[in-house]
């Protein structure tokens, strides 16, 4: 519904209700200026609803109270103040949105305490039970609203790797034509000029049939150009179009990549830096990329830091924040033993270590790692595809809360 569609209704709904409910309830504050003034605010409170809902709240729920406390009738105005509390709720500002509900049966909470009647116990629980439920509501709105978007996420990052690993198929499959045509093809053809050259000279010095000098200087020029033919051919297949010639992102991009992160970012480099296989060179990308992308999206978090290490065997990736963190308390326990010749990532032992196609617990109890493996570590940010990711090139991804605050993502890339 249009916001202004919205306002204009709430504003029949409450005035209304009000007039109406002030004939059956005569011992009411009659409605005077200040009061329509009060119902009018009520609505005109869910003006920036889309923008600020926040703000809405605090109007319409202020103006409800201050109906309530002045004395004027029972009415529906109350009904714009809990169509702000589930908006804020919703939309992911669940502590003020809760709040505004605490509010809102806090007022009349106090008359309740000073009148102990029955019939105002009665409405008060009931009108606990509205806003607890609107709440409810609101809550499973925003969850189901935050995995669709999720879901929407995962599937278009799933589509580009698709596209990215068809690219590269295709890439490999061409560079390998034009190998096999460079070391076979070229090789034979320019041998055949070669020798045409070598016998056309021996001719030439032995005084030889000029239909033979004539034959050989026809092979010499056609060996010539095929092999010019030939390189044209060659250059086609180790070309890609314009996007095709620009390097896939790796590891050389990261200082690009934690520039425009959008939050501070302390990038680290440990080892001798050395060329990775395209495989594993896309992979550290991608891990960095996702993980500075939930540290933006969903950690709350000031700064954050990089670390890439080289070490004998493999790469090691760190990526840390100070941020909010999972929500998961993972018990700390040593992290299954690493291969020969590697170092283990995350020798705390804290978060979830992925290798091949299975989860291996790191020293906390099954079901506590099913839930944080269900949820992404944080409401489904990116585990999956991280832990994809990492097991297609044999490595080890360690995800979790760091014992000093925030959270951490870890993985160990054979190299």
């Not at 919703?90 to 909470?109: N, Q, T």
């Not at 617990?361 to 570590?377: H, N, T």
Request: with cysteine.
């Amino acid at each position: 519904m249009n916001r202004f569609a919205l306002v204009a209704a709430m504003a029949v709904v409450v005035g209304f209700s009000s007039v109406t409910a002030y004939g059956n309830q005569p011992d009411a504050r009659p409605f005077d200026i200040l009061g329509y003034t009060l119902l009018a605010l009520t609505a005109l409170g869910l003006v920036g609803l889309g923008e600020r809902p926040e703000l809405s709240l605090v109007v319409c729920a202020a103006s409800a109270a201050a109906v309530f406390v002045l004395g004027y009738a029972y009415a529906l105005w109350p009904v714009p103040a809990l169509i702000a509390v589930f908006v804020t709720i919703s939309s992911g500002r669940r502590a003020l949105g809760w709040a505004g509900a605490g509010f809102l049966v806090a007022v009349p909470s106090g008359a309740v305490l000073a009148d102990r009647a029955l019939d105002n116990l009665t409405g008060l629980l009931l009108w606990a039970l509205i806003a607890v439920v609107v709440g409810q509501l609101a809550e499973v709105s925003g969850a189901r609203r935050a995995h669709a978007a999720e879901a929407e996420r995962r599937m278009v990052e799933a589509e580009r790797t698709r596209e990215e690993m068809a690219r590269g198929r295709g890439r490999e499959e061409r560079l390998k034509v034009a190998r096999e045509l460079h070391d076979v093809t070229s090789h034979t053809v320019s041998l055949i000029a070669l020798h045409a050259a070598v016998a056309a000279e021996v001719i030439d010095r032995s005084g030889g049939p000029e239909a033979a000098r004539e034959a050989l200087s026809v092979i010499r020029t056609a060996s010539r150009e095929a092999l010019a033919e030939m390189k044209g051919v060659l250059g086609v297949l180790r070309e890609d179009g314009p996007e095709g010639r620009r390097p896939m992102p790796g590891a050389g991009q990261l200082e690009e990549l934690v520039a425009t992160a959008g939050l501070p970012v302390e990038f680290q480099i440990a080892g001798e830096r050395r060329p990775l296989a395209p495989a594993v060179d896309l992979t550290a990308y991608r891990i960095v990329q996702e993980a500075l992308t939930n540290t933006m999206r969903h950690a709350r978090a000031s700064t954050a830091r990089v670390r890439l290490s080289f070490e004998t065997g493999g790469v090691a990736i760190q990526v840390d924040d100070d941020g909010q963190g999972s929500g998961t308390t993972l018990r700390p326990g040593g992290p299954p033993a690493p291969a020969a010749g590697r170092e283990p990532v995350g020798a705390d032992g804290r978060g979830a270590w992925y290798e091949g196609n299975r989860y291996e617990r790191a020293g906390y109890e099954e079901a506590e790692y099913e839930r944080a493996a269900g949820d992404g570590i944080g409401g489904g940010h990116g585990l999956v595809g991280m832990a994809e990711r990492v097991a297609a090139v044999g490595g080890r991804l360690v995800v979790g809360d760091r014992p000093e605050g925030g959270f951490q993502v870890a993985a160990w890339l054979p190299a």
